[in-house]
Nanobody, 114 residues
Framework: QVQLVESGGGLMQAGGSLRLSCAAS????????MAWYRQAPGKQRELVAI???????NYADSVKGRFTISRDNAKNTVYLQMNSLKPEDTAVYYC????????WGQGTQVTVSS
């Protein structure tokens, strides 16, 4: 079984920064993709950023230039550095790891006040 534990969410004023972390444990295939998704109230879950085990990244247009995804393969940990936060970034942020099988974290709340 694979477990994902997220941390780093919280309340921040617009323009501020937060860093999310997600540590994966269990039987993890070395070639995998890790990603951050978010879900705002009343909206569908959406992809925020994704990173392969080789380091290739991709971002949603809404966060390009503000968010940076990175990972530490030795620790099976993925990070999301969020800068220049906006109220519309308010959501529950979920970590995901997949290589065919897919696993989700429990989510961490990010609230950005104006």
């Amino acid at each position: 079984q694979v477990q994902l534990v997220e941390s780093g969410g919280g309340l921040m004023q617009a323009g501020g920064s937060l860093r999310l972390s997600c540590a994966a444990s269990g039987r993890i295939f070395s070639s995998n993709v890790m990603a951050w998704y978010r879900q705002a109230p009343g909206k569908q879950r959406e992809l925020v950023a994704i990173i392969s085990s080789g380091g290739s990244t991709n971002y949603a247009d809404s966060v390009k230039g503000r968010f940076t995804i990175s990972r530490d393969n030795a620790k099976n940990t993925v990070y999301l550095q969020m800068n220049s936060l906006k109220p519309e970034d308010t959501a529950v942020y979920y970590c995901n790891i997949r290589w065919g099988l897919s696993y989700w974290g429990q989510g961490t709340q990010v609230t950005v006040s104006s």
